[in-house]
C-alpha cells in the first residue's frame, strides 16, 4: 500500500520548478535516495511516497533552502544537496543559506575555474587563516583541510602577500621509514607529498610549479628540515600532523618568524605513530587553546567533499 503525501514548495513559476527538480529530476531522485523513499513529480506538484512526518518535515526544509539559492541565481550541485540533507537539521536556514550567497571566491584553477568553501567549516576555517598567525585544522580525510591551505597560499603568493611557500610534513607513514626506500631524499619524500603537488599542479600548472620550486619560491621538504631555521615572510603548512610526535610539533611551530603564517592540517584518528607516543597535534590542541592569534578548527564527516560514500564510511568507522 503506497502513501502519496504532496509536497508545496511554493515555487513562483515553472522555471523554479524545473531548477528544482532538476535535469532528468536528478536532484529528487538523489534526495529520494538519500531518505529512503520515492519522490517524484506530475510537472505540477512534488510527490513522496511516505508517511513518516520526520522525513516529509526534513524534505521541506531543503525544498526552502533550494528554492531561495534557486532565486539568487546560486547553481547548485549533488555535492551540495548532499550537504543539505546532512546539514538542514543541525544548522539554521539562514546560516547554509548565507554559505552560499556570501562566499568568496578562492581562487582560479589553471583552466580558469573559480573554486569556493563548500561547506560552512570550511568558510570558517579560511576566515580563521586570513585572520590568525597559526590555524590548526584537524578532522577527517576529504575535508580540504590541506587543499584549502595550499589554495589560501597559492593565492597569497599571486598577490604578492608573502614571498614563499613552505609545505612540509613528517617522514613516518604506515610503518614505513625513508632509508629503506630507494632514490635520494626528494624521490624517497615526494610520494608523500603528493597531494600538495596535486593542488599546486592544479592552480599554477605544472610548468610554473616547477619554476617555482627550482627558483625555492615553493620549498618542499620533510619536517626534519625545519630545525635550526626561522620563516619570516613566509606561508607555512604542515601536513599529517597527527604523525608528529611532541617535540617534533615544538620544533615546528617554533620556526614562526614575523611576517609569517602557519597551517597545520591532520587526522587524530589516523596516526601512524606507535601506540605509546602521543601525538604533537593532539598535545597542542589540547594546550594552545584559547590562545590569541592562534584559531583550532575542527571538521567533521559532514565537511567531506568527497564521494557521499566517505561520509558514510567515517561514520561507520567511529562507530565501530
Known amino acids: 500500500m503506497t502513501n502519496i503525501v504532496k509536497i508545496d514548495p511554493e515555487i513562483n513559476n515553472l522555471n523554479e520548478l524545473v531548477d528544482l527538480l532538476g535535469v532528468n529530476d536528478k536532484n529528487i531522485k538523489l534526495l529520494g535516495k538519500l531518505l529512503k523513499a520515492n ?3 506530475n510537472n505540477e506538484e512534488i510527490l513522496i511516497d511516505s508517511e513518516d512526518e520526520g522525513k516529509i518535515s526534513k524534505l521541506k526544509k531543503i525544498f526552502q533552502i533550494m528554492i531561495a539559492l534557486i532565486r539568487n541565481n546560486i547553481v547548485f550541485n549533488e555535492r551540495d544537496i548532499t550537504y543539505l540533507f546532512h546539514t538542514v537539521e543541525k544548522i539554521d536556514n539562514s546560516e547554509i543559506i548565507s554559505l552560499f550567497l556570501s562566499r568568496k571566491e578562492i581562487i582560479k584553477t589553471y583552466s580558469g575555474k573559480p573554486i569556493f568553501p563548500k561547506t560552512i567549516n570550511q568558510k570558517k576555517y579560511l576566515e580563521a587563516i586570513e585572520n590568525n598567525a597559526i590555524v590548526f585544522g584537524i578532522g577527517p580525510a576529504g575535508t580540504g583541510k590541506t587543499y584549502l591551505a595550499v589554495l589560501s597560499a597559492l593565492k597569497k603568493l599571486k598577490d604578492n602577500q608573502i614571498k614563499r611557500i613552505v609545505l612540509t610534513r613528517p617522514a613516518v607513514e604506515a610503518g614505513e621509514k625513508l632509508g629503506f626506500l630507494p632514490g ?12 600538495l603537488y596535486d593542488a599546486m599542479y592544479e592552480i599554477l600548472g605544472v610548468k610554473q610549479s616547477t619554476d617555482f620550486i627550482e627558483k625555492g619560491i615553493i620549498e618542499i621538504a620533510p619536517l626534519a628540515y625545519m630545525r635550526g631555521r626561522t620563516l619570516e615572510n613566509a606561508y607555512v603548512i604542515l601536513d599529517e600532523a597527527q604523525n608528529t610526535t611532541i617535540n617534533q610539533m615544538k620544533l615546528f611551530l617554533t620556526r614562526l618568524g614575523f ?9 587524530i584518528t589516523q596516526s601512524d605513530l606507535p601506540p605509546q607516543v602521543l601525538s604533537g597535534l593532539v598535545k597542542a590542541s589540547q594546550i594552545l587553546k584559547n590562545v590569541d592569534d592562534i ?7 559532514l565537511d567531506v567533499v568527497r564521494h557521499p560514500l566517505v561520509q558514510t ?5 567511529e562507530n565501530a
Open 295 to 301: 584559531k583550532i578548527m575542527y571538521f567533521d564527516e
Open 39 to 41: 519522490i517524484y513529480s
Open 259 to 267: 611576517g609569517s603564517k602557519m597551517i597545520v592540517t591532520g587526522d
Open 313 to 317: 564510511i567515517i561514520k561507520r568507522f
Open 184 to 195: 635520494d631524499l626528494k624521490e624517497k619524500i615526494d610520494p608523500y607529498l603528493r597531494p
